[in-house]
T-cell receptor, first 114, second 113 residues
């Protein structure tokens, strides 16, 4: 079975711009979660989607948003980029939505904001 | 919210020795505790997990123990090999609507030949 795929793998953007990242979950998985990984803050939960609905949201500003499509693919968008948004953005998929469900991560998208 | 503390932040062992990484959590409602291994340039890889109704779980050289009363859980790697060198993360989550993992800060494990 193919794993979680994320595109693009690397991205360089300028402050003030916006960016869209894409995630394709493992076939059959309906839940997609997004995490931000930085050296200072570690891995932090952004939001989770299940059946096209946002079920849970972390403590991030409204500039961070996401959506999920009917085929379970998900995108996240960051508007008005700030230098502090430079990070590895990870997508994880699981079969359903609930605690105890194993989450499998993709390789991430490395975003650099200059 | 849930707070997960992980120790040590770095760990160096000789090949063949055992390695132990410990985590504590704050929310007694947490009921799922996975461990991830992250190699350079890759996403975290799930290596083992444990649920709150189990005290110990083993998979070949890897084992995890959970003490619900003390709210801590540990990862044990026996007979370490150089390919075990990576950053290891513990996490905790609880049953609710929507799924969020709260991660520890990670342990950088170095296994020297």
């Amino acid at each position: 079975k193919a794993g979680v795929t994320q595109t693009p793998r690397y991205l360089i953007k300028t402050r003030g711009q916006q960016v869209t990242l894409s995630c394709s979950p493992i076939s059959g998985h309906r839940s997609v979660s997004w995490y931000q990984q930085t050296p200072g803050q570690g891995l932090q939960f952004l939001f989770e989607y299940f059946s096209e609905t946002q079920r849970n949201k972390g403590n991030f500003p409204g500039r961070f948003s996401g959506r999920q499509f009917s085929n379970s693919r998900s995108e996240m968008n960051v508007s008005t980029l700030e230098l502090g948004d430079s990070a590895l953005y990870l997508c994880a998929s699981s079969f359903s939505s609930g605690s105890g469900e194993e989450q499998y991560f993709g390789p991430g998208t490395r975003l650099t904001v200059t | 919210g849930e707070n997960v503390e992980q120790h040590p932040s770095t760990l160096s062992v000789q090949e063949g020795d055992s390695a132990v990484i410990k985590c504590t959590y704050s929310d007694s409602a947490s009921n799922y505790f996975p461990w991830y291994k992250q190699e350079l340039g890759k996403g975290p890889q799930l290596i083992i997990d444990i649920r709150s109704n189990v005290g110990e779980k083993k998979d070949q050289r890897i084992a995890v123990t959970l003490n619900k009363t003390a709210k801590h859980f540990s990862l044990h790697i026996t007979e370490t090999q150089p390919e075990d060198s990576a950053v290891y993360f513990c996490a905790a989550s609880k049953g609710n609507s929507g799924y969020a993992l709260n991660f520890g800060k990670g342990t950088s494990l170095l296994v020297t030949p």
